[in-house]
């Protein structure tokens, strides 16, 4: 079997893979996994094959996490997942109100509040960044960096200088 993909005809393979990314967001992780199997089986050496099992266990991931949001909404240790969870699959805007709706959750275990803190403010200044709203994501960081000052529009201001 010819295992080279053809770079100007109707792509098979990228058809393939959108279908099998279609499962997965509709929770039909058996098929979607069967699939890309057997894609990577076909297609070995092709990069955007070989990762097709991986999205689809990052549907998986994402779907769990929720899920253990949805029955204890007031954990924040559990938005950090979901967060990761959606950064995986590309969905920024959902782990940016993810990241605000862990910091909003008040419990979790004795002792960790601030750890998860941390983690959901940086995971919502990445979101911001992959957003392409690059100032926001850098006064988001600020509580983890206190002497960061924001660059002036225009200017050339080093972190913590405010020259």
């Known amino acids: 079997m010819n295992t080279t993909r053809m770079a100007n ?11 099998i990314i ?8 058996p098929e979607a ?13 092709d990069p955007c094959v070989s990762t097709a ?18 029955e204890n909404p007031t954990d924040r240790s559990l938005y950090l997942w979901v967060c990761l969870g959606q950064s995986a ?3 920024f805007e959902c782990s940016l109100a993810a990241s605000d709706a ?10 960790s509040l601030g ?5 959901l403010i940086f995971l919502g200044a990445w979101a911001l960044f992959n957003l ?4 926001e994501a850098l006064d988001r960081l600020k509580p983890l960096w206190p002497g960061y000052t924001s660059p002036s529009p225009g200017g050339n201001s080093t972190p913590g200088r405010p020259w």
Request: aromatic share 8%; proline share 3%; hydrophobic share 35%.
């Open 53 to 70: 099992r991986r999205r689809v266990y990052n549907y998986m991931s994402l779907a769990d996490a929720l899920a253990k949001v949805e």
């Open 89 to 91: 699959v590309g969905d």
């Open 115 to 119: 750890m998860y803190e941390e983690h």
């Open 132 to 135: 392409g709203r690059y100032r």
């Open 9 to 19: 005809s109707i792509d098979p393979v990228a058809e393939m893979l959108t279908g």
């Open 33 to 45: 996994l069967s699939l890309a199997t057997e894609l990577r089986e076909a297609y070995p050496d």
């Open 102 to 111: 862990g910091l909003r959750a008040s419990g979790g275990s004795e002792g």
């Open 22 to 29: 279609n499962l997965a967001r509709a929770g039909k992780y």
